[in-house]
């Protein structure tokens, strides 16, 4: 079998090649929705796609003494048509001046990264990364590498408390903070208020990037007939926002026919500092008691860095996914 690499700058192209009803659940988007500098695609006689990726050299992740680059919107429907695309995208972010190849991820933490590497046998959940088990070996066999870990934890039993609310609530309410739902009817509002949190409390986090407040305000748009205030919270002090916690049903739940039992803890940020000690233990125990009311059987606390302070809140979890982010060096 004869496979091309062809690259393509312009969404105008990619209607020209066909797109499997296989590639389009794993890269249901149009990449230059999210500012690719190029897509890859490796298509047969017939000019179907049989792998693709997206790149990103011009605008990415600051890691101290490299120049990353990074490869997402990854598909392959075999082995070698994968390894074929890999390898060309590796050479052109080669040319283009970096040095590490970062994927799979789509162009920064704010959007799709990671692979699952280790999995149980409970069903993927909403808006978790979702690949076959041998993609990652196939990145491997070219030589990527882990660069970091990440992982989903469930909380089974969640009629039980956490023994350090009381205390961390009684302090943080007694100096003035405020815990309320997030408004639906002032949504955009909020999101600009969550925006205030986020660009304090994610700036120290791993591989962090810095998007516009309108970029954010439009990752966040799409979730609001989705939204339940009941689980979505921001904490306020003396009327600044201090802290929030952003939660959705597991849909994916419903979508398989199956009642909606489990409830997906997506974001949760505290700003820095001890003045806000305890907080996130507080709004987690407040989704906890939430759910707990409405029936839910399960939370998971979902995609978090192995290194994140946030890991420890959930204390009586269990590990439900585990996910690698892979790096290859390209020479300096």
């Known amino acids: 079998m004869t496979v091309k690499i062809v690259r393509i700058r312009t969404k105008e192209d990619l209607p020209l090649f066909a797109r499997t009803e296989e590639l389009l659940r794993s ?3 149009d990449p230059f929705s999210e500012k690719v500098d190029e897509h890859l695609l490796a298509i047969n006689e017939s000019r179907q796609c049989l792998a693709c990726c997206s790149l990103w050299w011009s605008n990415c992740p ?3 003494g490299e120049t990353l680059a990074c490869i997402g919107h990854f598909y392959a429907s075999d082995f070698e048509s994968g390894k074929t695309v890999l390898s060309e995208a590796c050479e052109t972010l080669r040319q283009q001046g970096a040095t590490l190849a970062i ?3 789509n162009g920064n933490t704010w959007r799709k990264y990671r692979f699952v590497t280790e999995a149980n046998e409970r069903e993927p959940f ?3 990364p979702r690949n076959p088990d041998w993609w990652p070996t196939l990145w491997g066999e070219i030589g990527f590498k882990s660069l970091a870990g990440y992982h989903s934890s469930v909380i089974y039993d969640i009629e039980k408390g956490d023994p350090r609310v009381e205390r961390a609530w009684g302090r943080l309410e007694k100096c003035g903070v405020r815990i309320r739902a997030l408004s639906k009817d002032d ?12 660009e304090k409390s994610f700036v120290s986090n791993y591989l962090y990037t810095p998007i516009s407040e309108e970029e954010f305000v439009q990752l966040y748009l799409p979730f609001k007939d989705f939204v339940d205030p009941r689980f979505a919270l921001i904490a306020e002090h003396e009327g600044k926002p201090v802290g929030f916690v952003f939660c959705i049903p597991d849909l994916a739940q419903h979508q398989a026919g199956q009642a909606c039992d489990t409830l997906i803890i997506k974001t949760l940020a505290v700003l820095p500092g001890r003045a806000y000690a305890g907080l996130g233990t507080v709004l987690v125990d407040r989704m906890r008691e939430a759910a707990r009311t409405l029936g839910y059987r399960c939370i998971v606390h979902a995609l978090m860095y192995d290194g994140n302070d946030s890991a420890n809140i959930g204390k009586n979890s269990e590990i439900l996914r585990r996910y690698t982010l892979f790096s290859k060096s390209l020479g300096k």
């Open 187 to 198: 949504f955009r509002a909020d999101l600009n208020r969550i925006f205030y949190v986020s």
């Open 27 to 29: 890269v249901p988007e």
């Open 62 to 64: 600051d890691l101290e």
């Open 126 to 128: 909403i808006l978790e």
């Open 103 to 105: 994927g799979p991820m």
